[in-house]
């Protein structure tokens, strides 16, 4: 099945499903009529698709018939109509770069807060990580303590993830990538060659991969950084630790879809070491592509392994160590002997559509909203 995108005048992003007859022609899939249920408006607290692969893409293709998604605007959010608002990253609607732009986005945070108090509309929030990972000042702290008692359910990633006592829940597991990249034959794992990709930032542990993989003194090893820089001085340390050893290459740049999947396809193995990891798109965009994946010790990772089988999610405990990249790179390579690829059943993005239109008609009902 294929889902398409479209967009609607007022800014709904809609989801047409295809599927394909014996003939080969592309017949329109039969679906209920949306309106004998009542469709449910959500606003994503997300920016709308831009052509590279984000979460947003997966709410606007996984969402049912009678779910309709609206992307985020500030106009949008306080003067448009909509159902439920689903938050999910909230400190970014207070972040940014100057002190005046914090302050603008404050008073339209408070607005926003003030339209669904007075609106009496539910806040649906989906808990990516157990806290930001850059911590914020008083005001921001403020503000999202206000929106957290404005949230009417929490959704959570995977069943470890600790929520506030007595608040309504589901669990929702992050879908995987196996839609968003056929397969590609012609790319195959080179031996020795190990990635890390994604926004490069301090807690990935970065600068720790690249002391600890300088330490090896194997000229069959490379390692290839890409993603772009979270600062100046973090771009130039990796740029340094490239210059400074052959076997390291640095794309310092946001990646395009294509380029990121061969890159993580040539690798053995894809490298996450984390100072701290609960829910990780990038350890599932590396097991959607059959990729071992080494992350650190955790309950999340811990139920991730259990999850997709023996041997694709490799662990290590405490800091990174010379003996576990060597281990986990063994470890990568029986797996692939094997064969047998990741179970990502549950993690089909049908399901995950499914599961969020409950919680939406849930909320919806709550309020008076649905019948």
């Known amino acids: 099945m294929v889902r398409m995108r479209s967009t609607s005048p007022d800014g709904t992003m809609r989801s047409v499903e295809r599927g394909t007859g014996a003939g080969g022609d592309a017949r329109r899939r039969v679906a209920p009529d949306p309106l004998a249920r009542g469709v449910v408006r959500v606003l994503h607290v997300l920016p709308a698709p831009d052509g590279t692969t984000q979460y947003v893409d997966h709410m606007v293709g996984s969402a049912t018939p009678d779910v309709r998604i609206l992307t985020f605007t500030w106009w949008r959010a306080i003067f448009g109509s909509y159902d439920v608002l689903h938050v999910h990253w909230p400190e970014f609607l207070v972040r940014q770069r100057t002190a005046l732009g914090r302050a603008v986005k404050l008073v339209l945070a408070w607005t926003l807060l003030l339209r669904i108090e007075l609106t009496d509309t539910p806040v649906v929030r989906t808990a990516h990580n157990l806290a930001p990972h850059e911590s914020g000042d008083r005001a921001e702290h403020a503000f ?3 929106l957290e008692r404005r949230t009417e359910l929490w959704v959570r990633l995977n069943p470890t993830t600790p929520l506030p006592l007595g608040v309504r829940t589901a ?13 590609d034959p012609g790319t195959v794992p080179e031996p020795g060659r190990l990635v890390q ?7 990935k542990g970065i600068e720790r991969l690249l002391e600890v993989f300088a330490s090896i003194q194997d000229p069959g090893l490379r390692l290839t950084i890409a993603g772009k820089p979270q ?9 340094e630790a490239a210059a400074a050893d052959p076997r390291v290459e ?17 690798a053995e193995l894809v490298v996450l070491p984390y100072t701290q990891m609960h829910n990780s798109g990038a350890a599932l ?5 059959d990729r071992p994946v080494l992350v650190p010790r955790s309950e999340a990772t811990d139920a991730l392994a259990r999850e997709v089988g023996e041997g694709w999610v490799i662990m290590f405990d405490g800091t990174l160590q010379r003996g576990d990249l060597l281990r986990a790179l063994a470890a990568a390579r029986l797996v692939r002997e094997r064969g047998i690829p990741p179970h990502l059943d549950d993690r089909d993005w049908d399901l995950v559509g499914i599961r969020h239109a409950e919680a939406y008609r ?4 709550t309020v008076g909203r649905l019948p």
């Not at 990709?197 to 807690?203: A, P, T």
């Not at 600062?231 to 740029?239: E, I, P, R, S, T």
């Not at 640095?250 to 040539?266: I, K, N, T």
């Open 144 to 146: 999202l303590a206000a």
């Open 171 to 183: 669990t929702i597991p992050h879908g995987h990538y196996r839609s968003v990249f056929p397969p």
């Open 197 to 203: 990709f994604g926004l490069v930032r301090r807690y």
């Open 231 to 239: 600062d100046d001085a973090l771009a130039v340390h990796v740029a």
């Open 250 to 266: 640095a794309r310092l740049e946001s990646v395009p879809d294509a380029d990121l999947a061969r890159e993580v396809r040539r």
């Open 285 to 289: 965009l590396a097991l959607s592509l």
């Open 362 to 365: 849930r909320v919806a009902r």
